[in-house]
């Protein structure tokens, strides 16, 4: 259960409801999913996520596929439920097979462990690793 109600679109206030038609419009679709919708609450706070996810989002250097790869695995890293399901299904949009799925599970959960045994062990980062000694 949230700790915030979802604000259907005749309770969201008119800058809330620009968002909502902004998102909308990006995704090609009448759905504004439950994260933004409990974010209404602050129009503020929803305008600076929605403009700051867009532009992070965005083609760059990264393929939007890897940067959904990356935002599943953050997620599952912090625990958050809600973003694993919606970057999984945005990631599926974008080209995401079973087999890369599958591979991505198996990088997260290499990572856990590996980053648990470092962690346990406190062992030293190798100075060649660290950005002022490297080549």
């Known amino acids: 259960m949230g700790t915030v109600r ?8 008119a800058e809330a409801l620009a968002v909502f038609d902004e998102i909308r419009a990006a995704r090609g679709t009448d759905y504004v999913n439950n994260f933004w919708r409990a ?5 503020g706070l929803l305008r600076a996520t929605w ?17 959904e790869l990356i935002y599943i695995a953050v997620s599952t890293a912090n625990g958050c439920e809600y973003c694993v399901h919606s970057h999984t299904a945005a990631a599926r949009a974008k080209g995401m097979t079973a087999e890369m799925h599958a591979e991505l599970l198996a990088v997260i959960g290499m990572a856990a462990q590996t980053n648990a045994l470092v962690t346990g062990l406190q062992t030293p980062v190798d100075d060649m690793f660290k950005a002022d000694q490297a080549p």
């Open 6 to 13: 979802l604000l259907s679109d005749e309770e969201a206030s």
């Open 51 to 67: 403009d700051r996810l867009r532009a992070v989002m965005a083609p760059g250097a990264l393929d939007p596929l890897v940067k």
């Open 39 to 43: 974010l209404a609450h602050d129009p």
